[in-house]
Protein backbone atom coordinates (compact mmCIF):
# COMPACT_ATOMS: atom_id res chain seq x y z
CA UNK A 1 0.00 0.00 0.00
CA UNK A 2 1.46 3.64 -0.95
CA UNK A 3 1.78 5.74 1.97
CA UNK A 4 1.88 9.73 1.21
CA UNK A 5 4.03 11.90 3.59
CA UNK A 6 3.16 15.32 4.21
CA UNK A 7 5.73 18.12 5.62
CA UNK A 8 6.54 21.67 5.61
CA UNK A 9 3.87 22.68 8.21
CA UNK A 10 3.87 25.52 10.95
CA UNK A 11 3.18 28.28 12.58
CA UNK A 12 3.89 31.45 10.78
CA UNK A 13 2.87 35.35 10.73
CA UNK A 14 0.36 36.45 8.62
CA UNK A 15 2.09 37.64 5.32
CA UNK A 16 4.37 35.01 5.97
CA UNK A 17 5.28 31.98 3.05
CA UNK A 18 5.54 28.06 3.57
CA UNK A 19 6.05 24.65 1.21
CA UNK A 20 4.26 21.93 1.78
CA UNK A 21 5.72 18.87 0.53
CA UNK A 22 3.72 15.63 -0.41
CA UNK A 23 6.21 12.52 -1.29
CA UNK A 24 5.16 9.16 -2.29
CA UNK A 25 6.81 6.11 -0.78
CA UNK A 26 6.93 4.61 -3.97
CA UNK A 27 6.58 5.53 -7.78
CA UNK A 28 2.51 5.49 -8.30
CA UNK A 29 1.40 4.34 -11.86
CA UNK A 30 -2.63 5.77 -13.11
CA UNK A 31 -2.23 8.59 -11.76
CA UNK A 32 -5.05 11.15 -12.72
CA UNK A 33 -4.66 14.19 -10.07
CA UNK A 34 -2.95 15.15 -7.19
CA UNK A 35 -3.64 17.51 -5.23
CA UNK A 36 -3.92 19.12 -1.85
CA UNK A 37 -7.29 19.68 0.46
CA UNK A 38 -7.48 21.53 3.55
CA UNK A 39 -9.86 21.24 6.75
CA UNK A 40 -10.38 23.70 9.35
CA UNK A 41 -11.82 23.16 12.99
CA UNK A 42 -15.59 22.52 12.52
CA UNK A 43 -15.53 23.20 9.15
CA UNK A 44 -15.71 20.70 6.04
CA UNK A 45 -12.65 19.54 4.23
CA UNK A 46 -12.26 21.65 1.17
CA UNK A 47 -9.98 21.62 -2.04
CA UNK A 48 -7.26 24.29 -2.29
CA UNK A 49 -5.18 23.45 -5.37
CA UNK A 50 -5.08 20.70 -7.82
CA UNK A 51 -3.18 19.40 -10.92
CA UNK A 52 -4.49 16.56 -13.22
CA UNK A 53 -2.15 14.76 -15.75
CA UNK A 54 -1.59 16.86 -18.56
CA UNK A 55 -3.72 19.49 -17.45
CA UNK A 56 -3.66 22.87 -15.72
CA UNK A 57 -3.50 24.13 -12.43
CA UNK A 58 -6.74 24.15 -10.48
CA UNK A 59 -7.08 26.47 -7.68
CA UNK A 60 -9.67 27.71 -4.83
CA UNK A 61 -10.91 31.56 -5.33
CA UNK A 62 -9.53 31.77 -1.70
CA UNK A 63 -6.18 30.83 -2.60
CA UNK A 64 -5.59 32.31 -5.83
CA UNK A 65 -2.64 34.30 -6.96
CA UNK A 66 -1.24 32.86 -3.50
CA UNK A 67 -0.48 29.47 -3.43
CA UNK A 68 1.05 27.59 -6.23
CA UNK A 69 1.20 23.79 -7.07
CA UNK A 70 3.68 21.74 -8.95
CA UNK A 71 5.40 18.16 -8.98
CA UNK A 72 8.27 16.78 -9.51
CA UNK A 73 8.28 14.75 -13.25
CA UNK A 74 8.40 11.39 -11.65
CA UNK A 75 5.40 12.50 -10.01
CA UNK A 76 6.12 11.14 -6.80
CA UNK A 77 6.18 14.38 -4.53
CA UNK A 78 3.77 17.16 -4.78
CA UNK A 79 4.32 20.43 -3.83
CA UNK A 80 2.07 23.56 -2.37
CA UNK A 81 4.09 27.06 -1.97
CA UNK A 82 1.79 29.01 0.06
CA UNK A 83 2.40 32.60 -0.06
CA UNK A 84 0.60 35.58 1.54
CA UNK A 85 -0.56 33.79 4.05
CA UNK A 86 -3.81 34.56 6.54
CA UNK A 87 -4.84 33.57 9.64
CA UNK A 88 -8.26 32.39 7.60
CA UNK A 89 -5.56 29.93 6.09
CA UNK A 90 -5.27 27.72 9.28
CA UNK A 91 -5.93 24.08 8.72
CA UNK A 92 -4.83 20.85 8.73
CA UNK A 93 -3.76 20.54 4.98
CA UNK A 94 -3.94 17.35 3.26
CA UNK A 95 -1.89 15.30 0.15
CA UNK A 96 -4.64 13.62 -2.21
CA UNK A 97 -3.55 11.21 -5.17
CA UNK A 98 -5.77 9.81 -7.03
CA UNK A 99 -6.30 7.61 -10.39
CA UNK A 100 -6.87 4.71 -12.54
CA UNK A 101 -5.16 1.43 -12.37
CA UNK A 102 -6.78 -1.69 -13.99
CA UNK A 103 -10.27 0.59 -14.70
CA UNK A 104 -10.54 0.42 -10.86
CA UNK A 105 -10.56 3.91 -8.95
CA UNK A 106 -7.81 4.57 -6.25
CA UNK A 107 -7.39 7.02 -4.02
CA UNK A 108 -4.85 7.84 -1.44
CA UNK A 109 -4.57 10.44 1.31
CA UNK A 110 -1.71 11.78 3.42
CA UNK A 111 -2.19 12.06 7.19
CA UNK A 112 -1.93 15.83 6.95
CA UNK A 113 -0.05 18.91 8.28
CA UNK A 114 -0.53 21.55 10.75
CA UNK A 115 -0.31 25.25 9.21
CA UNK A 116 -1.24 27.89 11.52
CA UNK A 117 -1.20 31.25 10.59
CA UNK A 118 -1.16 34.15 13.34
CA UNK A 119 -2.11 37.57 12.55
Known amino acids: QVQLVESGGGLVQAGGSLRLSCAASRRIYGINAMGWYRQAPGKQRELVAS???????NYADSVKGRFTISRDNAEITVYLQMNSLKPEDTASYYC?????????????WGQGTLVTVSS
Open 96 to 108: NVSGYVDYKKFEV
Open 51 to 57: IISGGSP
